[in-house]
């Protein structure tokens, strides 16, 4: 994709919420490169102080860029906006309390953020990230394609990651998809993963031997709980998730058309309507510019229904 006279006005990114994803993320697009204007928001004004600070001193060390802490006038002439606060689970909170107390933050956060930039691109990463993407959606009264939740791109990279292992490709020649929730319903589609336009199937049968059932339910289980065994072991996840987000703000600054699994507004595919879910979808300078209705075979169209009826039933608790 040539450059147009746009690109070269420096970028600028405003991150709410400086917690562990947040920084890592602003880490992440610092030592890219492709920004000149890095601006971190946070209510723990203290700590993003520090961070701020820390990610200073490696400028000199890697590109010029702005980096400071800010508060929602410098939303202002954003490229992005990424959201990645949120409260974390008291002891004995159940999902759905946690899920509204965060949509309360939410409530708080997005009129501010269109005070000062009236069409922002908003990419949300705040678990549960499909529901939150949607009330963000609905609290903004934005078109869909400019709230984008990061989805299951982590998902997939997971999916894609462990079919290369199994057949010791490199994983950016394995093309398949999770799409769905980002969460314990999201759907590994197995029926359309390929290996050059090879399907998955035939790849086995020809070249590898079979991936026999027992294979595929260990490897989507396996993707599908990698989360919960990096936080049993660590407490947290976000090196991932930053070059996710990376990956799709890349994808919107330089227009590039790339194909993610990203959150969005689901248009009506299989039955399913009114509601953010992953679909691999087409992601430029506007946003989500398409969304590909990826064919299914009908146990993963069922189980895509499935997953769209457990995002469905939080979002009617939450009366948005
Ligand atoms: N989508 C994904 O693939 C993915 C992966 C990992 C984590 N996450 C999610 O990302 C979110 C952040 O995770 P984390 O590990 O960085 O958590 P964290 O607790 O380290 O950071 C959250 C930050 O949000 C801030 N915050 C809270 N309320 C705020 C408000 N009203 N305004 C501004 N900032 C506020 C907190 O002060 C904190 O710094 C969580 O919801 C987590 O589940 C998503």
């Keep these: 994709m040539t450059d147009s006279p746009s690109d070269l006005k420096p970028h600028k990114i405003t991150i709410i919420g400086s917690g562990k994803v947040g920084t890592t993320f602003a880490y992440a697009l610092l030592l890219s490169g492709q920004v000149g204007e890095i601006v971190l928001i946070d209510v723990d004004k203290r700590r993003t102080e520090g961070e701020v600070m820390d990610l200073n001193d490696a400028v000199p060390l890697s590109h010029p860029t702005r980096i400071i802490q800010g508060d929602y006038p410098d939303c202002a002439g954003a490229d992005v906006v990424v959201i990645t606060a949120g409260a974390s689970q008291k002891p004995g909170e159940t999902r759905l309390d946690l899920l509204k107390r965060n949509t309360a933050i939410f409530a708080g956060i997005i009129p501010q953020i269109l005070r000062h930039n009236p069409q922002p691109l908003i990419l949300n990463a705040t678990n549960p990230v499909d529901i939150l993407s949607y ?186």
């Design 135 to 320: 009330a963000t959606w609905k609290l903004s009264g934005l078109p869909a394609q400019r709230v984008i939740g990061s989805g299951t791109i982590l998902d997939t990279a997971r999916f894609r990651a462990a079919l290369s292992q199994r057949f010791n490709l490199d994983a950016r020649s394995v093309h398949a998809y999770i799409i769905g929730e980002h969460g314990d319903s999201e759907v590994a589609v197995w029926s359309s993963a390929n290996i050059a336009g090879i399907p998955l199937v035939d790849y086995c049968r020809e070249v590898k031997g079979e991936v026999c059932k027992e294979d595929r339910v260990r490897i989507s289980e396996q993707v599908r709980d990698a989360a919960y065994e990096i936080i049993s072991r660590k407490g947290a996840t976000f090196y991932a998730v930053a070059v996710g987000l990376l990956r799709i703000v890349e994808s919107i600054l330089r227009d590039q058309h790339s194909v993610l699994s990203v959150s969005n507004l689901v248009p009506g595919y299989y039955g399913i309507e009114d509601v953010y879910l992953s679909l691999p979808s087409v992601v430029g300078r506007g946003g989500v510019e398409r969304i590909l209705p990826i064919t299914l075979d009908e146990a993963e169209q069922a189980a895509l229904r499935r997953s769209a009826e457990v995002m469905q039933e939080n979002i009617r608790q939450l009366n948005l």
